[in-house]
């Protein structure tokens, strides 16, 4: 990535193991696109008097050139409250994986690189 991962914790404790695991995942994903411009990761607890589950909020936002953001977000509202953070994360960069694998296909086409040729 030319510019560092970017994580940032709201209403949830930065722990290393936490940190350790999106370098996991961020490092899966550059493999999949050598070409990441950058990577925004943000996790949050949006509901402190939540009484049952963890409900997590996992935003993913990667920038590939040429102009393509792309973004996976998870959002308790969306999915069950009892997954641990741990696989939300995982799940978050997942869907953002298949959007960049999408990305780089489109990127590659031989119909593309028809249309731009003579």
């Known amino acids: 990535m030319e510019i560092p991962l970017e994580v940032t914790f709201r209403g949830v404790d930065r722990t290393p193991a936490m940190e350790e ?3 996991q995942q961020a490092a899966k994903l550059e493999k999949l696109c050598d070409h990441i411009i950058s990577l925004r990761v943000a996790i949050e607890k949006p509901q402190e008097h939540q009484q049952v589950g963890n409900p997590y909020r996992v ?3 990667a920038r590939i050139p040429p102009g393509h953001e ?3 977000d998870r ?3 969306e999915r069950n409250l009892h997954d641990p953070l741990d696989k939300v994360i995982r799940d978050t960069f997942y ?3 298949r959007q960049v694998k999408e990305v780089n296909q489109r990127q590659n086409s031989p119909q593309l690189s028809r249309r731009n040729g003579p």
């Open 75 to 77: 959002d308790p509202l």
């Open 21 to 23: 695991l999106i370098a």
């Open 70 to 72: 792309l973004v996976a």
């Open 95 to 97: 869907a953002l994986g």
């Open 59 to 61: 935003r993913l936002i």
